[in-house]
């Protein structure tokens, strides 16, 4: 038999994971939309989002959504408000290539830092002493370098909008009109 106290606590963790789940609930969304594909990509307000406009066409700005207008065909970001035809372009951050690039750079700190303290205590690693050489460069450099390729190659996606994307505001709400 289960204890009613272990069902109780189960059922407390369950309930507040649940509630974290709001931006799945929210119903009214800023979409961009890619030509010639069905991939869509949805913000919603408290979104982090990158963008250009037409008004400052070199300087990339970054902002809260904090509103959807609907009738206005527009968004509030931090106590501005953007038409979406003042968007010029977005930047899209890919949180995997942020977070595998981290961690190579993490192992290639680690393997010259365990390298160099096997080196200076002149470990015995087998019929010789370690020392420092080519192929431990390689390993710890090869993962810098690879880091390096992940997150400036791969880690952002500019949307051009006009040319290869567009912004529309989707409303999913349900509503009655009598």
């Known amino acids: 038999m289960i204890n009613p106290i272990r069902q109780l606590s189960l059922f407390i963790i369950l309930l507040g994971l649940l509630s974290l789940a709001t931006p799945t609930q929210a119903q009214v969304y800023?979409?961009?939309?890619?030509?010639n594909s069905a991939k869509t990509i949805k913000f919603v307000p408290g979104d982090l989002i990158r963008f250009k406009t037409k008004a400052f066409?070199?300087?990339?700005?970054?902002?809260?959504?904090e509103q959807i207008l609907l009738e206005?065909?527009?968004?509030?970001?931090?106590?501005?408000i953007f038409s979406l035809d003042d968007f010029k372009?977005?930047?899209?951050?890919?949180?995997?290539a942020h977070t595998s690039s981290y961690m190579l750079n993490r192992f290639g700190i680690a393997w010259f830092v365990f390298a160099g303290i096997a080196d200076l205590a002149n470990l015995p690693a087998g019929p010789t002493t370690f020392k420092i050489g080519p192929d431990t460069v390689a390993i710890g450099g090869a993962a810098f370098g690879l880091a390096a390729i992940i997150k400036?190659?791969?880690g952002k996606k500019r949307y051009k909008l006009g040319k290869n994307s567009r912004l529309r505001l989707v409303d999913l709400r349900f509503s009655v009109d009598e």
Request: without cysteine; glycine residues 12%; aromatic residues 14%.
């Open 30 to 35: 800023l979409q961009v939309e890619i030509f």
């Open 89 to 96: 372009e977005l930047k899209i951050l890919r949180g995997w």
């Open 152 to 154: 400036y190659g791969f």
């Open 57 to 65: 066409p070199k300087d990339w700005q970054t902002g809260v959504l």
């Open 72 to 80: 206005d065909n527009a968004v509030v970001l931090p106590g501005v």
